[in-house]
């Protein structure tokens, strides 16, 4: 339990890395060279994806187990944390309401799911330590 704030406090990093990364990526194809907004948002998330999984390995966690036992659970790990941003987002949008400050509402619940349940799958089943 000890360990706990440090690594709290690297994972905010990491995220706050990532998303920089990640959205740089996004305003470089989106705005600077012009590529279809879809197509620049799915690459500034698979550039995060990949940052992500170096950061949460090297820096966060600090796993010695291999890329290639880690690498799959991390993937799913994204995949099942997204599911629940999802349905967060669904749930909370239909008790909060249409309002553009509701929507807003539901969608920080639904990113905190996905931040929180990624943090939990991380440190219990990803990049757990012997």
């Excluded at 989106?30 to 990949?50: C, F, P, S, T, W």
């Excluded at 950061?55 to 944390?81: D, H, M, Q």
Aim: one cysteine or more; hydrophobic letters at 60%; aromatic letters at 10%.
């Amino acid at each position: 339990m000890a360990e706990l704030p440090g690594l709290l406090a690297r994972f905010g990093l990491a995220g706050l890395a990532n998303t920089v990364v990640g959205f740089a990526v996004i305003a470089a194809l989106d705005a600077g060279l012009g590529v279809e907004k879809h197509l620049a948002n799915a690459a500034g998330y698979a550039v995060g994806i990949g940052l992500g999984f170096v950061l949460n390995r090297g820096f966060v966690f600090r796993s010695e187990a291999g890329a290639r036992a880690t690498a799959p659970k991390y993937l799913a790990a994204i995949a099942i944390a997204f599911c629940l941003n999802q349905l967060v987002l669904t749930g909370a949008g239909a008790v909060l309401g249409p309002e553009r400050a509701m929507r807003l509402a539901a969608q920080l619940l639904a990113m905190a799911s996905y931040t929180a349940l990624q943090f939990v799958l991380f440190r219990a089943w990803v990049f757990r330590k012997p």
